[in-house]
């Protein structure tokens, strides 16, 4: 844990005093550091507080301009509100951008009355990040005030039925990566304590209502590993044998951090290739490849944004069209 936390250099970057401030808050009381992300958020969103976060993984980002659009539309609330966006790095607590200049954003838009941030990427443990760096965004979010937080990733698929493309609902999942969110200092006075039930990790409430925009979609049991490799064949046949039926490198630790702090959780994944060794039918295995990755998820996008958009205005409970 302390041989990937950044080195108390980092203090000293360019990135400003208050960035500072939260990331040596992150180290030693991540709640504190998500609350003071959340008073930089409100400031420079213009709102105070937030109803429903979306992280989207990787193939995600054209699902985002979906649910602009559901914004420009909306019916029944107030009208869809244009968004604006932050960089990650504006916020404090996440890591600085890296020198390729890809830094992450989150984008606060209205969807049908509802104030949703949607995270245009994420924060991967594979990058070398402490836990409390992967999941300050959902904490962040929960502190604004989100009550429902969506997860979004691609996969590899286990499941034979499973094609590249198709969207699963994540029912729970298998924490492969020897982590928790939840290590270290008890939470702080006020917040729930560390043992946290995950029963309900995957809200049943909220996969129904995606059953009712696409009754056609399978739900599936995500195993996550550290990555960044892929597996290895054998890995898969083991994996499948301890039952899952997806494997990526991200949303349990998020997933877990969100519970714990009392928010509702759907997790969406897209399969965006077979897994290790697996063929297609009647074909033979191929390689991974990332850029294949990449292009699936594009190819698949307008499904999956489409699903998001039509779920939004139903997920806080009691409100949005019936
Ligand atoms: I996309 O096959 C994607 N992410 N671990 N294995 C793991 N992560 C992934 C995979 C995969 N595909």
């Known amino acids: 844990m302390t041989s990937d936390a950044p080195a108390a250099g980092a203090a000293s970057g360019p990135h400003g005093a208050a960035a500072d401030d939260t990331r040596a808050a992150a180290a030693g009381d991540p709640y504190a550091a998500a609350a003071a992300s959340a008073a930089v958020l409100g400031e420079r969103t213009g709102l105070p507080q937030h109803d429903v976060a979306i992280v989207l993984g990787s193939g995600w980002a054209p699902a985002a301009d979906a649910l ?35 830094s ?23 990058e070398g990040h402490p836990v409390a760096t992967v999941v300050h965004g959902v904490r962040m979010a929960v502190a604004a005030g989100c009550r429902v937080v969506v997860l979004t990733n691609a996969s590899g698929g286990i499941k034979e039925s499973y094609q590249v493309g198709q969207p699963v609902l994540i029912s729970d999942h298998l924490n492969l990566t020897g982590r928790s969110p939840l290590s270290g200092n008890p939470p702080p006075e006020g917040y729930p304590g560390r043992f946290t039930d995950l029963t309900d990790l995957y809200s049943r ?81 191929a390689g991974l490849d990332h850029a294949e990755v990449v292009a699936a998820g ?18 806080l409970p009691g409100a949005g069209p019936t």
Request: charged letters at 15%.
């Open 68 to 102: 602009a659009g559901a914004g420009g539309t909306a019916e029944g609330g107030a009208p869809g509100r244009a968004g604006i966006e932050v960089p990650l790095a504006d916020l404090g607590g996440f890591p600085p951008p890296t020198v390729a200049g890809h």
């Open 298 to 315: 594009k190819a698949a996008a307008a499904r999956v944004g489409g699903l998001l958009a039509a779920v939004l205005p139903h997920v």
């Open 104 to 126: 992450p954003v989150v984008r606060s838009l209205t969807v049908g009355g509802l104030r949703v941030l949607v995270f245009l990427g994420r924060i991967h443990l594979y």
């Open 205 to 285: 409430r909220l996969r129904d209502l995606a059953h009712d925009a696409d009754p056609g979609l399978p739900e599936g049991v995500y195993a996550a590993l550290p990555g960044p490799h892929y597996e290895t064949p054998a890995e898969i046949r083991a994996l499948r044998t301890l039952g899952a039926d997806l494997v990526g490198m991200s949303t349990v630790l998020e997933a877990i951090a969100a519970r714990h702090l009392g928010a509702e959780v759907l997790a969406i994944s897209l399969v965006t290739n077979l897994a290790a060794g697996l063929a297609p039918p009647g074909g033979t295995p």
